[in-house]
């Protein structure tokens, strides 16, 4: 053996030594801004999924909800067709026209049976009233928290925030479905 050798080899280790410790700043702030820009896109996703869970459910919620000043009352579902339902129309609330034929959306109903609804305004559509209208309605809700909560666990890495979601997702479309 060279006795130069290992003094050598120490020179080279410190060598490289100085130059990770160089490298390492640089390489935080990196890891640093693909965090910040994961984080960062994985919650705008996660917000825009929610948001048009909302904006989906919206559209029939406000009808089924505040039902003060609509058109209530009950329909017998005498027709089924494709994706719809129709029958007559018996006004309960003061101001309600009697109709011979209204449609109701087939998910929410059955043939042969009767249920209480409210008409969408200025349309011959009704839509299912009480606590089996307002779960239906928020049902769209209920399928972006599913979604979400994946989005929240993988790209945010959030487990219990994602169960959270998850569990509100499942419970609102059990709720839903029960209800029906």
Known sequence: MIPAMPA??????????????????????SFAALRFGRVATMGAVTVLILVAGVWASWSTAP????????????????????????????????????RDRVEIGSAVVHKGRTYSVVVKP????????????????????????????????????LTRAAWALAGSGVALLTAAFLAL
């Open 122 to 157: 200025g349309t011959d559509e009704v839509l299912r009233s009480g606590p089996a209208g307002i779960l239906y309605a928020w049902a769209p809700l209920g399928g972006a928290l599913l979604l979400a909560s994946v989005v929240v666990a993988g790209g945010l890495r």
């Open 63 to 98: 009808y089924v909800m505040l039902t003060k000043g609509r058109e209530r009352g009950t329909v017998e579902v005498t027709r089924c067709a494709h994706d719809t339902c129709s029958g007559p129309y018996t006004p309960l609330s003061a101001g309600s026209t009697a």
């Open 8 to 29: 050598a080899a120490a020179t080279a280790r410190s060598r490289s030594r100085q130059a990770r410790t160089n490298r390492k700043p640089a390489r935080t702030a």
